[in-house]
């Protein structure tokens, strides 16, 4: 791993900590970079202010969340239980990330009201992912559909509950992981060939 990468990763690590457990607003650049084991200006060399080092979090999490549907997806045959592991996965992932997190609500505002478009890319592109899965269903007549991107929206409309930061803090994830196999089960009886 280049320096760079490992010094950026060090950077988040200390950032994601203290922002889950002190806040974004309350959390300083200085702190990070003590967290970080690194001087101010040194942080200032890779990220120009304390809202740069948030988004890079962010990004950071929804990538890990959308490689661990992927990879979890890759492993099965079956396109339903391709779509079930890539949606379990990223809800164990998710559950992960945001079950501890004190100051989730300050976290979730500054990211929805300033960085909305990153949000979006990133559920286009688990949007993409479902749609490929049910193609491929398709294909193999595993699923009967007409239209897998309009069905791969609406499967990730109905699973929004399994992404959201506030269901996955307010919620065992054993609740969440049944209703979620419960939900994929209604799925499967209405994507079958008749």
Do not use: W
């Not at 970079?33 to 988004?55: C, P, Q, T, W």
């Not at 688990?126 to 294909?139: F, R, T």
């Amino acid at each position: 791993m280049p320096a760079m990468s490992k010094t950026s990763d060090a950077i988040l690590d200390a950032a994601d900590a203290r922002f889950a457990d002190y806040g974004y607003r309350k959390t300083t650049m200085a702190e990070i970079a003590a967290d970080a084991g690194m001087s101010v200006g040194n942080l200032y060399r890779h990220f120009s202010k304390k809202e740069a080092i948030m988004v890079a979090c962010m990004k950071r999490k929804l990538q890990a969340k959308l490689d661990a549907g992927l990879a979890a997806a890759e492993g099965e045959a079956d396109a339903l239980e391709s779509l079930r592991a890539f949606l379990l996965a990223r809800l164990r992932a998710g559950y992960a990330q945001f079950a501890g997190t004190r100051h989730l609500y300050e976290i979730m505002e500054l990211v929805h009201d300033r960085h909305r478009d990153i949000l979006l890319e990133f559920e286009q592109r688990v949007i993409d992912v479902i749609g490929g899965i049910l193609s491929e269903g398709v294909a193999r007549g595993r699923f009967a559909l007409r239209d897998p991107a309009q069905t791969a929206y609406d499967i990730h409309q109905a699973t929004i509950r399994y992404n959201h930061p506030v269901t996955l803090r307010s919620n065992p994830l054993e609740l969440l992981e049944g209703d979620l196999n419960r939900l994929i089960a209604l799925l499967d009886r209405g994507l079958a060939p008749r």
